[in-house]
């Protein structure tokens, strides 16, 4: 080990820059956030910093460098484009035992600067000591996008009960398993929710009532297919589970990104068959949370879009359970993206209709006059099976027999086909289509030779071709 991580205590400390460029002026940011006093020496100093120092948030303390610089100060930082000067506040800062850093000159360091990951009190600082400092870059992104923003908060709220938990909890193994409870259950996610009061409620409540702990139903969409469409709230929700149950339609790769040891149940359920059914599933998550676990119904694309998230929800609500939703990329908006097919476009379309093709017997039939209506964008979910009525309905309403249409099957995945033809065609794409699929419908279908991005197989190309010629 090169360098000894150190967090260094600089609030009211003085602290030399030398130079007064756009280099030092990011280090100085560095500096005033961590409350340094901050003395700059430069012939002239950038905008940003001239600025500060008329609001006398530093002090512009001389033009030339001198030795006697450093006697008062607690560490040193040199950033000029001028090596030898660089070189001469080195050899001086050493001499008076005194911290430098040189900056983009590691040899001539004994501090340098980490990648800094800010969720204050909470900091992460990751280095490679000066020798890749663009990997250590890559790697602060990898850590900000798993920690979530409001997680400084969340310490302070819990430094602010450290003295409380010590008086109930008297053995430090106590106040542990306390503290993990917290931080991976329902305190932690009313936090990431913004709810603070009730976050504080459930903190006092375990406390007085350690058994009564109570899970929660965290709803999740999981997005089309690609792991990279989840969001960032859904990665960070996943990585506290308990419990996952997921869907069929929820990809290898997003499950990938569930915490290790969590407990994963498929409950998903595929065109003509239940693998568990609907009132199972949320006689399932009741169960879970009432034991005070932490539990992630993981749906593929968004839960509220024809993903019976609402159903779940309205079964936890009638049991007193908690729960949250974290929404994701519904299939109609990624799928239709990967394939280069803008749901809208003004040349087009000015409207999109979100329809689905398996619906409940006794609901109402839809109202084709109203989905035959031309320049509209119709995106279709499980309509395969229904390809054909669905084509035979919007032609007798009116709807175009050439109007352009895409099968797009297993979209935003590396597998991803999408296949083009017309509407009178629809039945014959949909049956070659492998699952899932979505129907999309309309003018803008036109745009997909232009505008496609992804990486497709070669079989759907191939067998748009020998549709449109049998045609």
């Given at each position: 080990?090169?360098?000894?991580?150190?967090?260094?205590?600089?609030k009211?400390?003085?602290?030399?820059?030398?130079?007064?460029?756009?280099?030092a002026?990011?280090?100085?940011?560095?500096?005033?956030?961590?409350?340094?006093?901050?003395?700059?020496v430069?012939?002239a100093?950038?905008?940003?910093?001239?600025?500060?120092?008329?609001?006398?948030?530093?002090?512009?303390?001389?033009?030339?460098?001198?030795?006697?610089?450093?006697?008062?100060?607690?560490?040193?930082?040199?950033?000029?484009?001028?090596s030898?000067?660089?070189?001469?506040?080195?050899?001086?800062?050493?001499?008076?035992?005194?911290?430098?850093?040189?900056?983009?000159?590691?040899?001539?360091?004994s501090?340098?600067?980490?990648?800094?990951?800010?969720?204050?009190?909470l900091?992460?600082?990751?280095?490679?000591?000066?020798?890749?400092?663009?990997?250590?870059?890559?790697?602060?992104?990898?850590?900000?996008?798993?920690?979530?923003?409001?997680?400084?908060?969340?310490?302070?709220v819990?430094?602010?009960?450290?003295?409380?938990?010590?008086?109930?909890?008297?053995?430090?193994?106590?106040?542990?398993?306390?503290?993990?409870?917290?931080f991976?259950?329902?305190?932690?996610?009313?936090?990431?929710?913004?709810?603070?009061?009730a976050?504080?409620?459930?903190?006092?409540?375990?406390?007085?009532?350690?058994?009564?702990?109570?899970?929660?139903?965290?709803?999740?969409?999981?997005?089309?297919?690609?792991?990279?469409?989840?969001?960032?709230?859904?990665?960070?929700?996943?990585?506290?589970?308990?419990?996952?149950?997921?869907?069929?339609?929820?990809?290898?790769?997003?499950?990938?990104?569930?915490?290790?040891d969590?407990?994963?149940?498929?409950?998903?359920?595929?065109?003509?068959?239940?693998?568990?059914?609907?009132?199972?599933?949320?006689?399932?998550?009741?169960?879970?949370?009432?034991?005070?676990?932490?539990v992630?119904?993981l749906?593929?694309?968004?839960p509220?879009?024809?993903?019976?998230?609402?159903?779940?929800?309205?079964?936890?609500?009638a049991?007193?359970?908690?729960?949250?939703?974290?929404?994701?990329?519904?299939?109609?908006?990624?799928?239709?993206?990967?394939?280069?097919?803008?749901?809208?476009?003004?040349?087009?379309?000015?409207?999109?209709?979100?329809?689905?093709?398996?619906?409940?017997?006794?609901?109402?039939?839809?109202?084709?006059?109203?989905l035959?209506?031309?320049?509209?964008?119709?995106?279709?979910?499980m309509?395969?099976?229904?390809?054909?009525?669905?084509?035979?309905?919007?032609?007798?309403?009116?709807?175009?027999?050439?109007?352009?249409?895409?099968?797009?099957?297993?979209?935003?995945?590396?597998?991803?086909?999408?296949?083009?033809?017309?509407?009178?065609?629809?039945d014959?794409?949909?049956?070659?289509?492998?699952?899932?699929?979505?129907?999309?419908?309309?003018?803008?279908?036109?745009?997909?030779?232009?505008?496609a991005?992804?990486?497709?197989?070669?079989?759907?190309e191939?067998?748009?071709?020998?549709?449109?010629?049998?045609?």
């Amino acid at each position: 080990m090169d360098y000894l991580p150190l967090f260094a205590a600089l609030k009211n400390r003085p602290v030399l820059v030398v130079g007064g460029g756009e280099v030092a002026a990011r280090k100085i940011a560095l500096l005033t956030r961590a409350g340094a006093q901050v003395r700059v020496v430069a012939r002239a100093l950038h905008p940003e910093l001239a600025a500060l120092a008329e609001a006398k948030a530093i002090d512009w303390f001389a033009q030339a460098f001198d030795e006697a610089q450093l006697d008062t100060v607690f560490l040193v930082i040199a950033a000029t484009n001028d090596s030898e000067l660089n070189r001469r506040v080195f050899d001086a800062a050493n001499a008076r035992q005194r911290l430098v850093n040189v900056v983009d000159d590691q040899p001539l360091c004994s501090f340098i600067f980490p990648s800094i990951v800010d969720r204050s009190p909470l900091v992460v600082a990751i280095s490679s000591g000066g020798n890749a400092p663009v990997l250590a870059r890559l790697l602060r992104e990898k850590i900000e996008a798993l920690l979530p923003a409001n997680l400084g908060r969340m310490a302070e709220v819990a430094g602010s009960w450290r003295e409380k938990i010590k008086a109930r909890l008297t053995t430090t193994d106590a106040r542990r398993r306390f503290w993990e409870g917290a931080f991976r259950g329902r305190f932690a996610s009313q936090m990431a929710a913004g709810n603070e009061q009730a976050a504080q409620e459930t903190l006092a409540q375990t406390l007085a009532e350690p058994e009564s702990e109570q899970g929660e139903i965290i709803l999740v969409g999981a997005g089309p297919g690609d792991a990279g469409l989840l969001t960032l709230r859904g990665l960070q929700v996943m990585q506290q589970a308990d419990v996952v149950l997921y869907d069929h339609l929820v990809s290898d790769g997003v499950l990938d990104l569930v915490r290790r040891d969590a407990e994963r149940i498929c409950v998903g359920k595929r065109a003509g068959s239940h693998a568990v059914a609907q009132h199972e599933t949320n006689q399932m998550l009741i169960d879970f949370a009432r034991e005070g676990k932490t539990v992630v119904r993981l749906k593929g694309g968004d839960p509220f879009i024809f993903g019976r998230g609402g159903e779940e929800l309205q079964a936890a609500k009638a049991a007193g359970v908690p729960f949250q939703v974290v929404p994701g990329v519904t299939a109609a908006s990624g799928a239709t993206a990967y394939a280069g097919i803008p749901l809208t476009h003004r040349d087009y379309a000015q409207s999109a209709v979100f329809v689905t093709g398996h619906y409940k017997p006794d609901s109402a039939p839809f109202d084709w006059a109203l989905l035959a209506k031309s320049r509209q964008t119709l995106a279709i979910y499980m309509g395969t099976m229904k390809a054909a009525e669905i084509s035979e309905q919007l032609i007798q309403h009116g709807r175009d027999a050439d109007t352009p249409v895409a099968v797009i099957s297993r979209g935003t995945r590396e597998d991803q086909q999408v296949f083009t033809g017309t509407l009178q065609q629809l039945d014959a794409l949909a049956k070659q289509a492998p699952m899932p699929a979505l129907l999309v419908i309309g003018e803008v279908v036109t745009l997909h030779p232009q505008l496609a991005w992804y990486q497709q197989s070669n079989p759907a190309e191939e067998f748009r071709s020998s549709v449109v010629n049998l045609a």
